[in-house]
């Protein structure tokens, strides 16, 4: 009881240390400008081309950056992490300026060009903050401070959506640029306050050639396990939901009968699962282990997905909230348990590796369903999601029980000791 005790009070101090809260603030700051942009984006661009295909086009615009995230994982290990998050956050502000040049649809283009650099600012930011979140936290508090960082993500996510449709419509969308433009701007002030140690890169000369360098996080991945199973089954089932993506404006114009506005307010209802998840998913990492936790939540997405088949608003309301549970519980236990087993000079790699592998499926899959969309029935790409996200789901449980049984032996070698 002592040693649970003590390991209580020891993630509780290191989760009210002044550099994590500094985190913490510039998170919450970021997904509030995350939040207001994601949605907004693909609804801006529904109006100015009235396209479903093209607006599903945005989704995939926000994987694009995933293509290069290895050479981001690369620097985030030879630089200091923290001052590279500075720089990424000031050049989104900066990238974010250039939609006021948005006059009507011949200037569609600069959406995506802008989306594709926000985008990336993501990814560079997520290496960075990995090895970053390493550095700051014992092992014992990653659990607990992935879950908090992801509860703020979702909180946002829950409240953001359906504030911004209401100012959209009132007032357009550059008041929004310009709130998420100072989000990021106060982000870089409070990450520029951070104090740390921070993990030295690998001396020059222990460093192995550039193309072994740049795909170390991928070996790393593959050969460690349970990761090498969890990434292959995320990889299908992220694959999957790029097709949701893709089909969201159907399932509320053609399933609901709705405006696509409405798409950010009915998404929103994720946002209160997914809370739940990120208060609950250190809890449920200890009680049954990362890899059942992810098994379990790919099932709960699995079972989300389905109401998207009919046209009951509640029923689809409902999916979203497993959606938005389901999706959380498998994040928080996959990124968990990959900074787990990941030494800290490779984090930025191994995290800018589970990126692409994660992104380039549901980029490819968002592609395809935005293309075929106008001419194939949606509720068939999203039965195929729901197969999907259902493959991915016995995927992850190769090899449970064998680490199962790993787990056991570690238990049991630490009690004789």
């Known amino acids: ?32 400008a995350d939040s207001v942009l994601a949605i907004i984006f693909a609804v801006w661009v529904k109006d100015l081309t009235g396209s479903n295909g093209t607006a599903g086009l ?64 993501g990814f560079a930011t997520a290496a960075a903050q990995s090895g970053l979140i390493r550095d700051l936290l014992p092992d014992e508090a990653l659990g607990a401070a992935n879950g908090r960082l992801t509860t703020i993500d979702q909180t946002f996510r829950l409240v953001m959506p359906v504030m911004g449709a209401g100012v959209y419509v009132a007032v357009g969308p550059l008041p929004l640029v310009v709130s998420a433009v100072v989000a990021f701007v ?75 506005e409405m798409l950010g307010p009915i998404s929103s209802v994720q946002g209160v699962t997914a809370i739940v998840a990120g208060l609950t998913a250190a809890r449920m990492i200890k009680r049954i282990g990362s890899q059942r936790l992810v098994a379990l939540a790919l099932g709960i997405v699995t079972l989300g997905i389905l109401p998207a088949l009919g046209t009951d608003l509640v029923a689809i309301i409902a999916g979203m909230g497993a959606i938005g549970l389901g999706v959380t519980w498998a994040i928080v236990g996959f990124v968990t348990e990959r900074q787990l087993k990941t030494p ?68 049991g070698a630490t009690a004789e000791g």
């Open 1 to 32: 009881m002592s040693t649970t005790t003590d390991e209580a009070t020891l993630v509780k101090q290191a989760l009210r240390t002044r550099p994590f809260r500094f985190l913490t603030v510039a998170w919450g700051f970021t997904n509030f």
């Open 186 to 260: 106060v982000a870089a002030f409070f990450v520029s306050r951070i104090v740390l140690v921070e993990t030295s890169p690998t001396p020059q000369d222990e460093r192995e050639p550039f193309l072994a360098e740049v795909t170390a996080g991928f070996r790393h991945l593959f050969r460690t396990a349970p990761l090498g199973v969890l990434t292959v089954a995320l990889a299908v089932g992220f694959g999957a939901v790029g097709v949701l993506n893709a089909v969201s404006f159907a399932v509320i114009e053609s399933g609901l009968g709705l405006g696509p």
């Open 58 to 121: 945005v989704f995939a615009a926000l994987g694009l950056p995933a293509l290069v995230s290895p050479l981001l994982g690369q620097v985030a290990d030879r630089v200091s992490r923290r001052r590279m998050m500075i720089v990424a956050y000031l050049v989104g502000a900066v990238s974010l300026l250039s939609l006021f040049a948005v006059r009507g649809p011949g200037q569609v283009w600069l959406i995506f060009v802008v989306t594709v650099l926000y985008s990336g600012i």
């Open 344 to 411: 800290p000079t490779l984090q930025g790699r191994t995290s800018a590796a589970t990126n692409m592998l994660l992104n380039v499926p549901q980029l490819v899959m968002t592609v395809v369903a935005a293309a075929v969309v106008g001419v194939v029935d949606y509720r068939l790409l999203v039965g195929l999601t729901a197969a999907g996200l259902a493959v991915s789901m016995l995927l992850s449980l190769k090899g449970s029980r064998a680490s199962a049984a790993e787990e056991a032996a570690v238990v």
